[in-house]
């Protein structure tokens, strides 16, 4: 693998939607509390890519951290996934508004490469298209211009994977998807990284929502139990649970207590029948 590629994956992803003017504080407390990776996108209706910037200058001022020891990733999104408010040109072809919104990415973020740039979502949930291809491609050429160590893609299906596998294309680094424990824990997409990956693990598996969309199983009784007698909570068998199957999760949340229970997660010693139980709860 070339030297460029070869990156320490961390083990937990802050993420950074939804936080508005609360995003530099958060960031900044985020890597404050133990946080080495961090998730964005230059999407300004979700994200505030700028104020995620404005975080990491403070914890570099600060002597928390420096650029060397953070993970940073951040994503494309196309003109379908924005408000009015475009880090490019709309009328530029797709290749030209993947170099804009890198740029400005880059410019946002303060540093000249970032560790993982990911597609933010194909442009149709149908499969792999030729806009997708072309926008790939153009990620593919900032990678290799030296903007991004890796590339990824997000909310996509196993359909997507596997197009663009038959199309010849250079498979992503990283998978980001919402993670369903009624799907098996987007069980289809998992054994598609995880047979490609094997023992380099070539493409890992990013879970979101891991909290937000599997509120039932939070409240099951199987969580409780396993919860009680680790002296955790379910959140936090959750989290562990995904790191057990080899998943990145990602947290995103404002709490300074949750930032603390969901970094502690990964030291819970979880039995091999019990992420099995919680890995068939639901489907
Ligand atoms: N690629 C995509 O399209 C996409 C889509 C959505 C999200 N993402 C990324 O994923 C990140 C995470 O998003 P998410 O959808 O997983 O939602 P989230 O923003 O992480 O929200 C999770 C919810 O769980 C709560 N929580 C977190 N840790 C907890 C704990 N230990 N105990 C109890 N509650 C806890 C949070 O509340 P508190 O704040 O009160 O803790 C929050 O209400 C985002 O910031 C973004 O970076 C990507």
Redesign the pocket.
């Given at each position: 693998m070339p030297a460029h590629q070869r990156v320490i994956v961390p083990d937990f992803l802050y993420?950074?939607?939804?936080k508005e003017d609360r995003t530099p504080a958060l960031t900044e407390l985020a890597i404050r509390t133990g946080f080495r990776a961090i998730?964005?996108a230059n999407q300004r209706r979700h994200y505030f890519e700028a104020g995620v910037g404005q975080g990491l200058a403070a914890a570099y001022r600060a002597g928390v951290v420096t650029r060397a020891e953070l993970f940073l990733q951040t994503?494309f999104t196309y003109v379908g996934g924005q408000d009015h408010r475009l880090p490019y040109d709309p009328e530029a072809d797709l290749s030209t508004q993947v170099a804009q919104s890198m740029g400005s990415s880059l410019e946002h973020l303060g540093t000249d490469q970032v560790d993982s740039y990911v597609l933010?979502?194909p442009a149709s949930g149908r499969g792999w298209s030729d806009a997708d291809a072309e926008v790939w491609a153009a990620m593919v050429k900032q990678r290799d211009a030296g903007r991004t160590r890796l590339l990824g893609v997000?909310?996509v299906s196993i359909r997507h994977l596997e197009q663009m596998a038959m199309d010849g294309a250079e498979l992503p680094r990283f998978v980001?998807n919402?993670c369903f424990a009624r799907l098996g824990w987007d069980r289809d997409v998992r054994a598609f990284c995880d047979a490609l990956g094997c023992a380099e693990r070539q493409i890992v598996y990013q879970g979101?929502?891991?909290?937000?969309a599997n509120v039932d199983v939070l409240r099951h009784r199987l969580l409780a139990g396993i919860a009680a007698r680790l002296g955790a909570?379910p959140?936090?068998v959750v989290f562990r649970f995904a790191r057990a199957v080899g998943m990145l999760p990602?947290?995103?949340?404002?709490?300074p207590e949750?930032m603390t229970?969901?970094l502690a997660s990964g030291e819970l010693a979880l039995s091999a029948d019990e992420v099995q139980a919680i890995e068939s709860l639901a489907g």
């Open positions: 993420g950074t939607a939804w998730d964005t994503k933010h979502g997000s909310n980001q919402r979101f929502s891991l909290l937000t909570t959140a936090q990602l947290t995103g949340t404002s709490d949750h229970q969901d």
